[in-house]
């Protein structure tokens, strides 16, 4: 699995630098695993998962810059270069986070299913889903909420939507 790991991690770093994000290699890897790789979130024996430095980090870049944009969302003036340059905040941190962060495998696991609603969100940010933008930015908030619902974070509080 840590072999299978660090293919994603170069994978996604390389989608993101190349402004291609990476929602259906997360994808295609997330099946790779058959039954094994958990398909719903769910509490660590009903404790928070741990994190390291590098994820918290990256999460609370993400959660401060989707809390600078919500206020023009919010009054419909955020327009399609502002959701391509959030997308592309988000995508650069995550990428940041799983080339850094090292968490234990079952934490990790969780952590994938986080990832990928962030960056099924940037994609739909960018104009790349049938989506629209602005349900992008929904599902990156709400992503947020669900990495504050299951991991460590001390003082974490995602930004409401």
């Excluded at 994603?8 to 994808?27: C, R, T």
């Excluded at 695993?33 to 928070?48: D, I, R, V, Y």
């Excluded at 602005?134 to 990495?147: F, I, M, N, P, T």
Aim: aromatic fraction near 6%; glycine fraction near 4%.
């Amino acid at each position: 699995m840590k072999t299978k790991f660090s293919v994603l991690l170069a994978a996604l770093a390389l989608a993101v630098s190349s402004n291609i994000y990476a929602a259906e290699s997360a994808d295609a890897h997330h099946h790779s695993h058959g039954s094994a790789e958990p398909t719903k979130l769910q509490l660590n024996a009903g404790k928070k998962w741990a994190t390291d430095e590098p994820l918290r980090q990256t999460m609370s870049e993400i959660n401060q810059a989707m809390a600078k944009a919500l206020p023009a969302i919010h009054k419909n003036q955020f327009g399609n270069a502002e959701y391509q340059a959030l997308a592309t905040t988000v995508s650069e941190r995550v990428a940041y986070a799983v080339a850094h962060c090292k968490l234990e495998p079952k934490a990790d696991a969780m952590l994938h299913l986080v990832i990928a609603d962030l960056m099924a969100g940037t994609e739909s940010m960018a104009g790349k889903s049938s989506n629209s933008r602005h349900d992008g930015a929904v599902q990156v908030l709400e992503a947020l909420k669900s990495y504050e619902k299951y991991f460590q974070h001390p003082g974490w509080k995602a930004t409401k939507g």
